[in-house]
């Protein structure tokens, strides 16, 4: 399967990042504890996310895929 994940990094640090596998946002940092809470609760936000796994990763997957395995 395909897994997307959106990560946001700050100072170099993951501050928090949403994981197409769990559906949600998870926060690593106390500042991406408090956004996680706050954009797990917003549905368009969590379905604008999961979109993207259709929208780009499947989309490209096969490209991907193709590339590869032409070069091995």
Do not use: M, P
Not at 1 to 14: Q, R
Not at 39 to 49: H, I, M, P, T, V
């Amino acid at each position: 399967g395909i897994e997307y994940i959106d990560s946001y990094v700050f100072n170099k640090v993951e501050d928090i990042r949403f994981n197409s596998t769990v559906g949600r946002y998870v926060g690593y940092t106390e500042h991406g504890v408090k956004n996680a809470k706050a954009w797990n609760s917003d549905a368009g936000l969590l379905g604008q996310e999961q979109a993207e796994l259709e929208r780009f990763c499947k989309t490209n997957a096969a490209i991907y895929y193709s590339n590869i395995l032409d070069k091995t």
